[in-house]
């Protein structure tokens, strides 16, 4: 069996596929040996006698407190758990299917969902609610137990096929474990893809239905150049992919050879390259692919890991400059929703466009004043950047800025060492910010375009979704000419601008970025030394010139049916570099 999506990090990787379902925990989809089955069902049989005693012990409090009148809702999920169509259904499961207790138990949850659905009693029909309590309780045993699969207990090596993961569960991740990343929805764009082409992991997004598809185990070969899943190929056909995988190991080698050497192009124009990263533990993997600093560090992932007190960000962003010396490290301030920060919260309706980053200054300004004090006394130990993100102009900078500024002088009365100069940048995301740089140069040191945002917000298309994804399109002519006329902005202004979005570690687009003027691509660390080959081989004052005609186009197809005419010397030479 083949299925197909989009290729969101390119490699092929080979290994079994473990399945996560999604639930209130993660779920997976085990193929367990058959000597191991019983020690399974003893683990399903743990878990069920545990939730029995919180049961137990919650009915008992609430008969001290409440009385033993309102107590009684209790004896019903007790009786549940004991129940041979729960508890000795799923240990049969175990045994005939050779699956894990977490997926029986999802297995018999449908079973006895179907169940309840069929009865015509309504008093019947909603204790499914008691259901779900306590098959949940169950799941939570057993997730919890030492010798339970979880995000941070992989049995590696494996292909991870999910519907999808949230930014705490790939910071959760056992990343060490995860050979190849499949993924139901998503683009190229999706957290989870950033992170593993940033790791160098081959991860295919927009497969629809694989966690439905893929029987638990079962050998895959997972191609993210190609965006394809393939389900227990033949010998033929795994032999093919294995040789594919051994070429591609050794362009990438190839690649490599390029690592101390500048990214400047034929007609003299040097280019940074720079890395993005979401974990400190990346600096190393930048290093070895050539970057020349870190461009933009997603900082929210340090929520994911409880790092948030201002000593542990402090060392943190030490290490950071330690491991990029003497390149500079661009942390990006918290872009965050409500719900990450301020506990009551609640998640907007439409939270691209919500309560986000520092428009949460004004209700939580704890958790950002504890961030700036902490870059403020890293930024001591060598060339750290601010960025701010998610500002729609000049009134939002000068917020930011008297609030960095304020923090500071806090540093400075406490008797902290801080940094007295600490270059402050924005993110050009919102298309506002975009359209008047000019505005905003007297008030930022730098400017970071990100593209990812910027062209959603431009085109009206949620990246993440599978159904509209398509039409994100970075070469609509929309798209170009907002660029276009942000970097000439920022240029007339004497403002370094770069751009830290997907777009950079795109061979054409960055071809398009640089020729429209970006100076400085951060992108993730394993398409630097591709990138750098494209750089090297063209001729950008060719390049500015084909993508003003391009521009002139109507449609994203005609732009890069045009530049890749244009452009096809540097591609080619670029592709020759890997070969």
């Known amino acids: 069996m083949e299925l197909l999506g989009n290729g969101v990090s390119p490699g092929i990787a080979v290994g079994q596929a473990l399945v996560m379902e999604r639930e209130r925990v ?51 999920q007790l009786l549940m758990l004991e129940d041979p169509l729960l508890r000795d259904r799923a240990a049969q499961i175990v045994r005939q299917e050779h699956v894990n207790a977490e997926w029986a138990l999802r297995q018999v949850s449908e079973q006895l969902h179907a169940l309840f659905d069929g009865f015509t009693d309504e008093y019947l029909k909603e204790r499914s609610s008691d259901l779900d309590d306590v098959l949940g309780r169950v799941l939570l045993n ?75 185990g079962a050998l895959v070969v997972l191609d993210g150049t190609q965006g394809r899943l393939v389900v227990e190929p033949s010998e033929p056909v795994l032999a093919g992919f294995r040789a594919l995988r051994e070429r591609e190991q050794r362009r990438e080698l190839s690649l ?23 974990f400190a533990e990346e600096a190393a993997t930048a290093v070895q692919y050539g970057a020349e600093g870190i461009g933009l560090f997603r900082s929210e992932y340090l929520l994911g890991r409880g790092s948030l007190d201002e000593e542990r960000q402090y060392e943190l962003y030490c290490r950071l400059l330690d491991q990029m010396a003497p390149h500079p490290v661009t942390v990006r301030v918290w872009d965050l929703g409500p719900e990450d920060i301020v506990p009551a919260g609640p998640s907007s309706p439409n939270p691209a466009l919500g309560p986000r980053a520092l428009r949460l200054l004004g209700r939580a300004p704890d958790a950002f004043r504890t961030q700036l004090r902490a870059l403020l006394r890293a930024a001591a130990h060598g060339p750290l950047r601010v960025l701010f993100p998610f500002l729609r102009g000049a009134s939002d900078l000068r917020e930011a800025r008297a609030f960095l500024a304020a923090t500071a002088r806090d540093l400075a009365l406490e008797g902290h060492g801080h940094a007295v100069e600490v270059p402050v940048g924005m993110m050009v995301e919102i298309p506002s910010a975009a359209l008047t740089l000019a505005q905003l140069a007297p008030e930022a040191d730098f400017f970071s375009v990100g593209t990812n945002d910027l ?58 970025l640089a020729g429209l003027g970006a100076r400085e691509l951060s992108m993730s660390p394993t398409a630097i030394p591709r990138i750098k080959q494209v750089l090297r081989a063209a001729d950008l004052g060719h390049a500015r010139e084909a993508v003003l005609r391009a521009m002139r186009l109507s449609s994203a197809a005609e732009i890069e049916a045009h530049l890749r005419a244009e452009l096809h010397e540097a591609l080619a030479a670029a592709d020759a570099g890997e070969s």
């Not at 003893?42 to 008969?63: C, F, G, N, P, T």
Request: charged content about 20%; hydrophobic content about 45%.
């Open 142 to 216: 057993l997730v919890g137990a030492a010798d339970g699969p979880s995000l941070a207990r992989l049995p590696g090596p494996v292909v991870l096929v999910a519907h999808d993961l949230t930014p705490s569960e790939a910071a959760e991740l056992d990343w060490a474990k995860v050979i190849g990343i499949a993924l139901d929805g998503g683009s190229r764009t999706y957290h989870t893809a950033i992170l593993a082409r940033s790791r160098g992991i081959p991860a295919v997004a927009g497969l629809r239905d694989a966690t439905g598809r893929v029987p638990p």
């Open 256 to 278: 490599q050879a390029t690592r101390t050497e500048p990214a400047a192009s034929r007609d003299g124009v040097r280019v940074r390259l720079l890395a993005n990263a979401e």
């Open 26 to 76: 993660p779920v997976f989809r085990l193929l367990l040996p058959p000597d191991a089955t019983e020690r399974e069902v003893q683990r399903l049989l743990r878990a069920v006698a545990a939730s029995r005693r919180q049961l137990e012990a919650i009915k008992s409090r609430l008969s001290r407190e409440v009385g033993a009148l309102h107590a009684y809702i209790f004896d019903a």
């Open 455 to 512: 062209i959603q917000y431009l085109l009206a298309v949620d990246r993440a979704d599978p159904r509209v994804a398509a039409l994100y399109e970075p070469l609509d002519p929309a798209v170009l000419s907002v660029l276009a006329g942000a970097f000439e902005q920022a240029g007339a202004a004497g403002r370094p601008v770069g751009v830290c979005g997907e777009m950079a570690g795109d061979p054409l687009q960055s071809l398009v």
